[in-house]
């Protein structure tokens, strides 16, 4: 069965131009075209396409506002919004009225068909450089991950830890580390202090849990 396919553009030319290229593809069929919002919204209770290629700048009624309105009505259809514009906002903005994918204008015809199958399947379809950006705001939105205490250590304090916990006793680090007996302890105590631990078992259990050790 072909995919049945709206095309949504203010531009004539535009729209004549998607059909002419998708109409060559064995599998799609366009079975309107609407030049606004309201029109999109009547073609496509008329027509009930699989997938509306929906522009989101559009005079009268926005591709954005006729996408929540299709999509609050029936969720057999999928929306695959068509745009020049990257800004986050409209992204997200259409993302959220139910739009299944999001493509520049810009994008090359074989990415264009492809998106339409992905969407038509129900999966959502995002360009590199949509994901990239929607990744980047929200990785700006997350809260810092809380610090594993082991970031508090220095490097030494480190490598005294994982010697530690593969069972050398202070005098034999202070040894492999040539430095003085004195010195592991006060590192020893140090590193307790800063890891909140009071005992060999613990550090080690603490080191196995980090990935610093596989000693038991």
Known sequence: MNLKILIADDHAIFREGLRALLEKESDIEVVAEACDGNEA????R?????????????????????????TSETDKIRVLALSMESDRRFVVEVLEAGATGYL????????????????????????????????????????DV?????????????????LLADGMNAKEIAFKLDVSQKTIENQRISIMN???????????KFAIREGITTYK
Do not use: C, W
């Open 41 to 44: 919204l009547q073609k496509a």
């Open 46 to 70: 008329e027509h009930q396409p699989d997938v509306i290629v929906m522009d989101i700048t559009m005079p009268g009624m926005n591709g954005i506002d006729s996408t929540r309105k299709i």
């Open 104 to 143: 520049l204008k810009d994008t090359a015809y074989a990415e264009f068909v492809m998106a339409i199958r992905t969407v038509a399947s129900g999966e959502p379809y995002l360009p590199p450089q949509i994901t990239h950006l929607l990744l980047k705001e929200f990785l700006q939105r997350v809260p």
């Open 146 to 162: 809380e610090r594993s205490p082991y970031d508090k250590l220095t490097a030494r304090e480190r490598e005294v830890l994982k």
């Open 194 to 204: 800063k890891l909140n631990l009071y005992s060999i078992a613990e550090l080690t």
